[in-house]
Nanobody
Framework: QVQLVESGGGLVQAGGTLRLSCAAS????????MGWYRQAPGKQRELVAV???????NYADSLKGRFTISRDGAKNTVYLQMNSLKPEDTAVYFC?????????WGQGTQVSVSS
């Protein structure tokens, strides 16, 4: 079993920054890729960014340039640096990790951006 624990969410003003962290524990071998998704009220969950164990990244087109994903293999942790936050970034952010066709999810962390 895999446990993913997110942290770093909160309330921030528009233009501010937040850094999310996701620590993986348990049966963590071969977790690849890891990433972040988000779900706003009344909307479907959507991709934010993913990163492979080799450091290859993929971002939602609308977030390129503002968000940066990174991964610390030694700490089994993935990060999401979010800059120039906008009210439309308000959502619950979920960490994900895949092993083959199985995807694990964290409980989510709330990010709220005020205008």
């Amino acid at each position: 079993q895999v446990q993913l624990v997110e942290s770093g969410g909160g309330l921030v003003q528009a233009g501010g920054t937040l850094r999310l962290s996701c620590a993986a524990s348990g049966s963590i071998f071969s977790l690849n890729p890891m990433g972040w998704y988000r779900q706003a009220p009344g909307k479907q969950r959507e991709l934010v960014a993913v990163i492979t164990s080799g450091g290859v990244t993929n971002y939602a087109d609308s977030l390129k340039g503002r968000f940066t994903i990174s991964r610390d293999g030694a700490k089994n942790t993935v990060y999401l640096q979010m800059n120039s936050l906008k009210p439309e970034d308000t959502a619950v952010y979920f960490c994900s990790a895949a092993r083959g066709i199985v995807v694990y999810w964290g409980q989510g962390t709330q990010v709220s951006v005020s205008s």
